[in-house]
């Protein structure tokens, strides 16, 4: 069984974007929330605003990288 990755946009109320990749964007939407990642625990809370699904963590990152420039 191959694992499939999202490649996600999150955004707060100040209208700031976090893009990131995960095998599961619910519960990492749920760690930004509690904190767990120090960049985004700052600025929470976060509502995911968009996400892809991708067959290989290659894939997703090479997009991932795409959308951070």
Do not use: C
């Amino acid at each position: 069984m191959s694992m499939n990755y999202f490649v996600y946009i999150l955004r707060n109320e100040s209208g700031r974007f976090y893009i990131g990749v995960s095998e599961d964007v619910e519960v990492r939407l749920k760690q930004h929330n509690e904190g767990i990642s120090k960049w985004t625990a700052k600025y929470r809370p976060w509502e995911i605003v968009w996400s892809r699904e991708f067959e290989s963590l290659g894939e997703a990152r090479k997009y991932e990288n795409q959308l951070n420039k």
